[in-house]
C-alpha cells in the first residue's frame, strides 16, 4: 500500500480531512561505508506497518517502512513535539542531494 504525503505549510500531510498523528520520518543514505541520516516532520492518518510504501510528494521519490520507535513521556502542560519516530530502508546515496534540496535535514546527534 502506497501512503501519499501532500505538502502543506512547510510539513507533510497525509490523509487531508481526518485525524493525523505527528511523525518524524527518518531517511538514511549510506556513502563509502557511512550513515547519514535526514529527518523531516509529518502527519500521517496511522501509524504505517513494516513494509508500507510512503510517497514523499516532494519530488524525491519514495520510502519503504522499515521500523517505528514511540517515546512514551509524562502528561506534562503545555506544547509537545511528536515522539514517534518512522524509520525507512536505506536509499541509494545518489538520492540524499534531492532529499536536502526539498528540505530534509540531517538528524541531530547529541554530543
Do not use: C
Not at 18 to 44: K, M, Q, S, Y
Amino acid at each position: 500500500m502506497v501512503l501519499p504525503l501532500v505538502l502543506g505549510g512547510g510539513r507533510r500531510v497525509a490523509g487531508a480531512g481526518g485525524p493525523v498523528i505527528g511523525v518524524v520520518l527518518l531517511r538514511r543514505f549510506r556513502t563509502n561505508g557511512h550513515l547519514t541520516e535526514l529527518r523531516d516532520l509529518a502527519e500521517l492518518p496511522a501509524l504505517p506497518p513494516k513494509g508500507w510504501i510512503i510517497d514523499y510528494a516532494d519530488g524525491t521519490g519514495h520510502g519503504v517502512v522499515a521500523w517505528g520507535k514511540i517515546t512514551l513521556r509524562s502528561f506534562q502542560p503545555g506544547a509537545h513535539g511528536p515522539d514517534v519516530m518512522i524509520g525507512m530502508e536505506s536509499q541509494p546515496p545518489e538520492k540524499m542531494q534531492a532529499a536536502l534540496d526539498a528540505g530534509w535535514k540531517p538528524l541531530a546527534t547529541e554530543a
